[in-house]
Each structure stands twice: as C-alpha cells, then as structure tokens.
C-alpha cells in the first residue's frame, strides 16, 4: 500500500493524501522517503495535502522512536524537519486541508504549506513539550511568525491542542469548512488561473519579507520581479488585457 497516495484533480491542482489512517498518519520513515520522492518528481501549480481517516497527521510514528537510540531518534527528527522545510521551499503553492487532528510534527508539516484550511472538530496543537522535547521541524520557528511569540510560547508551553475556531482566530487557519478538501480546491482554482512564474516569484518574495530588514527586502523583491519581467507569461497578460480575453499562461 502507498504510504503517499497522488491524484490529480486538474492540469495544475494535485491532491496529496498522507495514507497511514490506521496510525493517524503518523510520519514513518517509509512514509517520509515516499513524500521525498514524490516531491521531487511533482509538476504542478498547486498542491494540496491532506490526510487518509479521521486524523490529518499524528506528528512522529512515537511507536518507531520506542526502539530507537537517541542519536536515531535524532536522526529522525532532522530528516523529518528537512522535508517539511521542503515543502515550505517548493516552487509551487501548498495547502494544507486539514481533515482532523494535527499534532506535533503533522501540524509542523501544516505550518511549512502556504494556506491552512481545516474542519470544524480538528485540533491543532505543538505537544512535545509533554513527551520530554520541544518542536524538532520548525514548529517554534513558523508558529512564533504566524501567532506571535507569546502566543507561540503558551501552546508549546502548556502542550494544549485548541480548537479549528480558535486557530483560525489566531491567524494560524485561512477557513473553516466541514467540507475542507473541496474548500482547497476553489483556493487552488483561484490561485492556478495566474501566472505561475509570478505566483512562485511572489512566494519567494513574500517566505523572505520576515527575515530581511525593509532595504533588503525591497532590493530581494526587485530581484523576483526582474525573474518574472522577460517571461512570455507577461506578455500573454499584457496581450490578453489588450483583447478583453483570459489569459492562457504557460509557465514560460
């Protein structure tokens, strides 16, 4: 059974399903070489990943870290960090359509994609601080930039879960539809109808915007501009206004 499972719901919008219900999904290591590779080879404008059953994704498979020494459970952590810092640097747009829980490592994968959208009954939560760890994928990093520090620091703190409501009152979801995957896919549609170069020059642009002081961000932005300034897409739109006419954008 694929642990990944790939379907592609039109030319530019792909649908990822995280295939481990019987585990909530947790993050294996087979399940996180299947992700790596299928990542690697994806084509598409938008991807959006949600997860097999009732659960999004448990975080770390904590039944594979019981027989693991330290320095594998280690190893572990940083390979689980490294793809979901994938996910977060792939040039197309990532949605994360959560359709239950996410905790630990699977809301650190949730935080890595572009968009959030979740259920209605989902909880999200950090809780490594209630095994003994803290957040090893990037959790205390993006949570800090998505909810601010103090915010940040009392859902690692107290290890909590809340509620879909409530993250989508701190900023950390864009909706919440009892229908989520159907809801990402109208965000997709709205987002696959531009040009593709400008969109994932726009998303560099913007991954950089918290990290560079205003100068340095000005200048990185002029940088993703001229990317996009020669492109035959520009011309298309350009064309296409002129004409009173969609735009057929390729990619080029």
């Known amino acids: 059974m694929a642990l990944i499972e790939i379907n592609q719901y039109s030319d530019y919008i792909t649908l990822l399903t995280l295939n481990r219900p019987a585990s909530r999904n947790a993050l294996n290591r087979e399940l996180l070489l299947e992700l790596q590779d299928v990542l690697h080879h994806l084509d598409t ?10 659960a999004f994704c448990a975080g770390a498979d904590l039944k594979e870290r019981l027989g693991m020494t330290p320095e594998e459970a280690d190893e572990t952590s940083v390979n689980i960090g490294r793809k979901i810092s994938m996910i977060e640097e792939l040039p197309y747009v990532t949605i994360a359509a959560l359709n239950g829980g996410a905790y630990g490592g699977g809301l650190e ?23 003994g760890i803290i957040p090893g994928a990037g959790g205390t990093q993006r949570l800090t930039r998505l909810a601010g520090p103090s915010k940040a620091k009392e859902l690692i703190f107290t290890a909590e879960p809340v509620s879909a409501d409530t ?37 560099k642009a913007v991954n950089r915007a918290l990290d560079l002081p205003l100068a340095d961000g000005l200048h990185y932005e002029r940088e993703c501009y001229d990317l996009v300034l020669n492109s035959e897409d520009r011309i298309e739109g350009l064309q296409a206004f002129k004409e009173k006419r969609k735009p057929n954008y390729k990619g080029k």
Do not use: H, Q
């Open 167 to 203: 993250a989508l009152e701190l900023g950390l979801l864009e909706e919440v539809s009892a229908d989520v995957v159907e809801s990402a896919i109208k965000l997709a549609e709205r987002i696959s109808k531009n040009a593709p170069l400008a969109v994932t020059a726009a998303k």
């Open 109 to 131: 994968l949730a935080l890595a994609c572009d968009f959030r959208l979740a259920v209605p009954d989902a909880e999200i939560g950090l809780t490594e601080t209630s095994l």
């Open 45 to 54: 404008r938008v991807l959006i990943i949600t997860g097999a059953g009732k």
